[in-house]
């Protein structure tokens, strides 16, 4: 049975960031890391997540909260809004507990270093 990829492209998981998030293949493009980074808060792979932020600002990220934060949410579905090759504005969709649904709404800065995509940063939109 196929799984469709969390990240919302309608790929199945096998053929869209699955190979990204075991880190058998890199993202070519901003967007496709920003949807496997999605992928990788939706399922808990917080390893991934840490990996791929840029070395120069993953000091302002803390595995315990990006693992709480992960794990505290049921992750609905990905919205992208805008995709440029280095900046991608998304809403993530989730719900936490019983509460109404919510939306993380991020304008995103990504950064293609020594051959490899980063997340450098983020402005939240609201």
């Known amino acids: 049975m196929k799984t469709t990829?969390?990240?919302g492209?309608?790929?199945s998981h096998a053929n869209c960031c699955e190979p990204l998030l075991l880190e058998n293949k890199t993202a070519e493009t901003a967007e496709q890391l920003m949807r496997s980074r999605y992928s990788a808060y939706s399922i808990g792979k917080v390893d991934y997540l840490i990996s791929t932020t840029h070395p120069s600002t993953r000091h302002r990220f803390s595995r315990k909260e990006i693992e709480a934060w992960s794990k505290s949410?049921?992750?609905l579905k990905l919205e992208i809004i805008e995709s440029l090759p280095t900046v991608v504005e998304f809403k993530a969709h989730?719900?936490?507990g019983i509460d109404p649904p919510k939306v993380h709404h991020e304008r995103s800065t990504f950064v293609l270093d020594n051959g490899?995509?980063?997340y450098l940063d983020g402005i939240f939109r609201n």
């Open 94 to 96: 989730y719900m936490q």
């Open 116 to 118: 490899k995509w980063y």
């Open 9 to 11: 492209s309608k790929l």
């Open 73 to 75: 949410n049921k992750w």
């Open 5 to 7: 990829c969390p990240c």
